[in-house]
């Protein structure tokens, strides 16, 4: 099953469901979007609200986190190919939730960043109150999975005195996330595939088979002592491939077009501009 938020041909904002290429209206959308709590499956599989062409209205980031946590250098390539040692243990960092927009919706540059990149990414979104999980019962919490894209201000992020990591990964538009939420049960955890690509070339393509820390080891190190509440979101981390470490580099440039598919999700594709 999946989760959509949209906004409807009245410029409501509602939940609904979505099944090949059609959306049945579950119900005005609060400002968190769809929760992937067990009850909210429940009811948006017995949702028999009115039907959309999904090509007929506009879809939204389909949740709204309180938090944003992104893992760094998860994928042994990427860690090779950005001359970093593979980590021991997950490498955190925050993106302001500020930062989301949904399948579609622009990735505006700031006319200060100067190599924006892309990094599609395997996102789990939490769905229910997590402390201390385990690694044995990490997957019971994970209410949903979608794609994200990690929009990288690499200017900021690497280059700009004390290198202003977070700033430059929470630039407005910085994280693309959608184009639904898809139920937990119909994923192996373990193998989940995902391609990025950029104006029509493939930049990016592997599997979660090939995170140094899997899904359950993520959730079981980041519970620990953060609670993960329903509605949040982890990014998993981005494979090799990202236009920083091409040569020579290759970033996001104006009319740019960045798709990002997530195996059982679908893809997330957002043009890119550049602020004037």
Known sequence: MKAVRFEAPDGGI????????????AGASGPAGFVPTTEAWAELAAANGQMFAADSVRLLAPVMPGKILAI??????????????????????????????????????????TRPDWEGEVAIVIGRPTYRATLENAW????????????????????????QFTLGKS????????????????????????????????????????????VAILIEYLSRGVTLEPGDVIATGTPSGVGHRHEPPRYLREGDVVDVWVEGVGTLSNPVHMEA
């Open 72 to 113: 760094a250098l998860n994928y042994r390539a990427h860690a090779e190919e950005s001359k970093r040692d593979v980590p021991e243990i997950p490498a955190m960092f925050a993106k302001f939730p500020s930062s989301i927009v949904g399948p579609g919706d622009a990735i505006v540059v700031p006319r200060e960043e």
């Open 140 to 163: 019971d919490h994970v209410g949903g999975v979608t794609a994200a894209n990690d929009v990288s201000g690499r200017r900021a992020q690497l280059e700009t005195p004390l290198q």
């Open 171 to 214: 630039f407005d538009t910085f994280t693309p996330l959608g184009p639904c939420i898809a139920s937990p049960d119909g994923f192996d955890p373990g193998n989940i595939g995902l391609r990025t690509t950029v104006s029509g070339e493939v930049m990016q393509e592997s599997t979660t088979a090939s995170l140094i820390f899997s």
């Open 14 to 25: 509602r939940i609904g469901r979505l099944d090949d290429g059609q959306i049945c209206d």
